[in-house]
Nanobody
């Protein structure tokens, strides 16, 4: 059983904020990392932010200083606080989990949540 459910997307104006949530159900797996990706129309999916089990965090350069990824391990939930949103942040945002079972690793994806930023 692996399930990722995103929420928190919406339509905002430039300069405003949103917080995305991803609740993970990954019974019988160990979570090694959780991440947020996004895909804008006509563009490739890109990694936005990632946080590992040990707390290591990475961001794509375009969101540094504006976005913050965090987690609540007790709830198996990861968040993406998005401040100072820009029109170029418009995309479908996907939650991603890298999990392991024994010696094997797997990645799973949520269904995505739409973020639209108007100018």
């Amino acid at each position: 059983q692996v399930q990722l459910v995103e929420s928190g997307g919406g339509l905002v104006q430039a300069g405003e904020s949103l917080r995305l949530s991803c609740a993970a159900s990954v019974n019988m797996f160990s979570i090694n990392a959780m991440a947020w990706y996004r895909q804008a129309p006509g563009k490739q999916r890109e990694l936005v932010a990632r946080i590992t089990r040990l707390g290591t965090i990475n961001y794509v350069d375009s969101v540094k200083g504006r976005f913050t990824i965090s987690r609540d391990n007790a709830k198996n939930t990861v968040y993406l606080q998005m401040n100072s949103l820009k029109p170029e942040d418009t995309a479908v945002y996907y939650c991603n989990a890298m999990v392991s079972r024994g010696a094997l690793e797997f990645q799973y994806w949520g269904q995505g949540t739409q973020v639209t930023v108007s100018s």
